[in-house]
């Protein structure tokens, strides 16, 4: 039974080995069970071109983390996990692959494009799922999913056909992100917003000649010829079709209602508006609209009646409509427009740098163009109302709650969904058109003929589906729908879903929205939200700051234990997870720590498993022990509960460091040869398989190591029991051994103040006050773990004078003659020095924070530094100095 030990804790080798085990076993499979109730958790699903990063290493840690403890309290638990076909992400990235062989997708024709694409993702689709398997991560692999494989395109196109036959899909012509390069329509998301150093052009529109009145007398007649405008593309110029005004602004109110002329298209005749979306603030306060090219202006054109005029194709040239500029690229136009402008005598100002926000596409770098058109739409004010409801109503759950108001003010104010993109990767629309009756519509399987007039001459939609639309149905059609299936009935509505608040909206909102639909339940219980990994400092992780953390890297230096508790350790629902090597270097000590401990445990109980013994039959330290155990489960439980891990690994980290290693398994050491030394095993033993099972969720492999030579390699963790409070608390036991360890650490300090070499053994005097007979019991461990010569009970001390002192917090005061245990003279010169140290310390600090100019001018963290510094010496100088004098006191 006994098996050799090593010395220190080697992660690769165990993880590896488990991990295989583990899977062999099948203990990651759920199935339905009407015997257990479900637990079930979907992945946030990784993009299938996604390599394994910090934000992957959080999410999955908070996931395995729910699913490794439900599945030890008895539930049927499923982790779903599966990939995102991730429409631009994939196609961009394959394009990529292609122009490096000189092949251009458009020659290589939609099909044998979209067939080399699966040909990737064959070959490399599987890469984070393996690596997902180096963290730990418990999913039922049986049941990966693909948002593109069969079942699941089924349920989008159910989910299609169903809306657009329910009237929630439409086609329209709206303002949409367009990526000029990719040539498709992309999500907010997909848009990263950098500034760039722009222009600012202010430039006049002259008013336009009251009827009846000559043209050059209109200037007259108004009393002003011109309103001046400001914009930073001053190309979109060419689109403009009204000037608006805020309704209360002093200054352009006897505008309102006239009109400008385009100095470029003279027929254009453009009305000023007054409309409450007008900043009167920026700029002039007058702004030109361009209801093509910007997403404010189109609305502000909608209410107006404002003409919309496209003047860009798809890559962003100027088209018919831009007259002579027909040809140019947008930013060819930007100067060229401006050049004409100027030679018009029609600009103003030009502001350059003008710094502003831009938004680019986030998967090629492109300029994103605002563009007009046409596009399908879900309509989801009806399907966003009882999606506010399920979340006031306490149907979904929302952690932390703050996030409840902002979901519900974003889902009172939603938008409609553009779900067409012009990519060949993806769900294709299964919408056709007749070119016969000019009849649309959608289709569960491709039509051969109109469904209503019967010719074949039909053709589908050009266009995929956003990939939200397929991840939307994540949580059912993972599970089987639109078929009525087992599965379907047993796991939903899901769980937990656990994934980071920055995409509340975009997906956690539309997959209640979508899960009411179509499934009449909320799709999970409860949402706990988590932030995005910061370095440290708090710094977002970027290539080019370099303050990248590597989670696989982690995981082959310190493990994926270490990973995982690290960053377990520093998650709070809703905030942000900072995450620095040390940390996790850190956790991997306490992985040692744990390691030895058993060890320990292990060499002292050899083949045998005691059992608890009876209580009576215990000592104080032993009924302590399990009294914290006892709450520190409590206490464990009840954060988890409340998602807070943070506070949970901080109870079991200092739980098992300092009370079980430090002090229990000290004070074990004692009694393994005494006459008590059964009782002392039953409850090493007691306690060491209890932190196993705490610790499983959070460190899955070394407590799997640890547990099976335990209790023999039959026995898995992943099968134990998550531990309840064992109803051993002792309140008494617990003061006692307070008032023990407070002594203890007491002497030690005392110790360490008086630069006592920690060989050497110093005899002591104790007056106990009123714990004198509890003292008695205490006798021997103190001796021990306070390494004394001797220690002398007494109701008070002799007046020597090179006696020092220190008191407990209980009252009990001990004390040591100096000069048995310390060389006098050797220790003063040692403090003198100390001391003189600390002075130019002082000294120095001092000189700085009398200097004007450095308190003027350095950043004030760096003066608060100084001034810390200096209390800091002076602190210590005073401590030194009263040591030196109770050393010479006589
Ligand atoms: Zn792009
Ligand atoms: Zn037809």
């Not at 085990?21 to 990784?46: C, D, H, K």
């Not at 000037?243 to 005749?269: A, L």
């Not at 930007?334 to 100002?349: M, N, T, Y």
């Not at 974003?410 to 938008?415: G, V």
Request: glycine share 8%.
């Amino acid at each position: 039974m006994v098996q050799e030990i090593s010395s220190s804790y080697l992660p690769g080798e165990i993880e590896a080995r488990w991990y295989r085990v583990w899977e062999e076993r099948g203990y990651f499979s759920a199935w339905p069970n009407p015997e257990r109730q479900p637990y079930t958790i979907m992945i946030p699903l990784p993009n299938v071109t996604g390599a394994l990063h910090m934000g992957h290493g959080l999410g999955h840690t908070i996931q395995d983390f729910y699913t490794r403890r439900a599945r030890m309290m008895g539930y049927e638990t499923l982790w779903q996990p599966g990939t995102d076909h991730a429409g631009i992400a994939t196609q961009v990235l394959v394009e990529k692959e292609l122009t490096n062989e000189g092949v251009d997708r458009r020659s290589l024709g939609r099909e044998a494009f979209v067939e080399r694409v699966w040909e990737w993702k064959r070959r490399y689709g599987g890469r984070i799922l393996e690596q997902m398997r180096r963290l730990g991560d418990s999913c039922d692999w049986e049941r990966e999913r693909f948002t593109m494989d069969e079942g699941l395109s089924l349920a989008v196109r159910t989910a299609f056909v169903r809306w657009f036959d329910d009237g929630l899909i439409y086609r329209g012509n709206r303002i949409i992100n367009w990526c000029p390069r990719c040539m498709t329509a992309i999500s907010d998301i997909e848009v990263d917003h950098e500034d760039i150093a722009g222009e600012l052009v202010t430039f006049r529109y002259k008013l336009a000649p009251a009827p009846g009145v000559a043209e050059d007398e209109s200037a007259v007649e108004s009393g002003t010829g011109d309103i001046a405008v400001a914009t930073t593309r001053i190309e979109t110029m060419l689109g403009d079709s009204g000037v608006v005004v805020h309704p209360d602004d002093e200054r352009y109110k006897t505008m309102v209602g006239k009109t400008v002329v385009h100095p470029f298209f003279p027929e254009r005749v453009m009305p000023i508006v007054a409309d409450d979306a007008v900043d009167p603030e920026f700029g002039t306060g007058a702004v030109k609209a361009t209801p093509a090219h910007d997403p404010l202006d189109f609305e502000i054109g909608q209410r107006h009646g404002l003409e919309q005029i496209n003047i860009l194709d798809g890559r962003a040239h100027l088209n018919d409509r831009a007259g002579r500029w027909r040809g140019q690229d947008r930013y060819e136009a930007r100067r060229s427009v401006l050049e004409e402008l100027r030679g018009r005598g029609l600009v103003d100002a030009i502001e350059r740098p003008y710094v502003h926000s831009v938004g680019h596409c986030s998967r090629c770098g492109t300029e994103i163009e605002p563009w007009l058109s046409e596009q399908w739409f879900v309509r989801m004010k009806s399907l966003a109302e009882p999606a506010i409801e399920a979340v006031r109503d306490g149907r979904v759950t929302l952690v932390p709650e703050r996030f409840v108001k902002s979901y519900i003010s974003w889902m009172e104010n939603i938008r409609d969904w553009c779900i067409s993109r012009q990519l060949w990767w993806g769900h294709r629309i299964p919408v056709w058109y007749c070119d016969d009756c000019g009849e649309v519509f959608a289709a569960l399987e491709d039509p051969v003929e109109c469904r209503k007039c019967s010719s074949e001459g039909i053709r589908q939609d050009e266009d995929v589906l956003d990939t939200w639309f397929s991840s939307q149905l994540w949580p059912f059609s993972t599970l089987g729908w639109p078929e009525e299936t087992e599965d379907l009935d047993y796991f939903y509505p899901t769980t937990l879903m656990a994934t980071g608040y920055d995409i509340l909206y975009l997906w956690v909102a539309r997959m209640i929205a979508a899960g009411l639909y179509f499934m009449g339940d909320v799709p999970f219980r409860e949402v706990f939200l988590h932030g995005i990994v910061r370095d440290f400092e708090g710094k977002k992780m970027s290539k080019s700051i370099g303050n990248v953390v590597d989670p696989l890297d982690m995981v082959e230096r310190y493990g994926a234990d270490a990973l995982r508790f690290s960053l377990g350790f520093a998650t709070v629902p809703g905030n942000d997870t900072n995450i620095s090597e040390e940390r996790i270097e850190g956790a991997r000590n306490f992985a040692n720590k744990l390691w030895n401990a058993s060890r320990f445990v292990f060499l002292s109980i050899g083949d045998e498993r005691p059992g608890l013994p009876e209580l009576a039959a215990l000592d104080d330290e032993d009924r302590w022990i399990l009294s914290r155990l006892d709450h520190t489960i409590e206490e464990i439980g009840r954060d988890l509960d409340s998602y807070n891990l943070a506070e949970a690994m901080r109870s079991l980290y200092s739980f098992v460091w300092s009370e079980y290693c430090d002090w229990y398994i000290e004070l074990a050491k004692l009694k393994l040869t005494g006459p008590k030394s059964e009782g002392t095993k039953g409850v090493l033993v007691f306690v060491l398989d209890n932190i196993l099972r705490l610790l499983h969720p959070a460190m899955p492999f070394i407590t799997e190591e640890l547990y099976s030579r335990l209790h023999g390699e039959d026995h898995s963790i992943m099968r134990a029991k998550w531990p309840g409070p064992p109803g051993l608390r002792d309140a008494g036991a617990e003061q006692r051994i307070d008032r023990f360890m407070d002594l203890v650490t007491a002497l030690r300090r005392l110790r360490a103040d008086h630069g006592i070499p920690p060989a050497t053994k110093m005899p002591v005097l104790v007056a106990p006050g009123r714990y004198r007979d509890e003292l008695a019991g205490m006798k021997a461990a103190l001796v021990a773990l306070a390494k004394l010569e001797s220690l002398e009970v007494v109701d008070a001390f002799p007046s020597s004078p090179d006696r020092a002192q220190t008191i407990t917090g209980a009252g009990m005061e001990a004390s040591v003659a100096l000069g048995d245990v310390v060389d006098v003279g050797a220790e003063s010169e040692r403090l003198h020095r100390r001391i003189a140290a600390a002075g130019e310390d002082m000294e120095l600090a001092e000189r700085k924070l009398s200097n004007g100019q450095f308190t003027a001018k350095a950043p004030a963290a760096v003066v608060d530094k100084e001034r810390a510094k200096l209390a800091e010496a002076r602190a210590a100088r005073d401590k030194l100095q009263a040591q030196l004098e109770a050393l010479t006191r006589h």
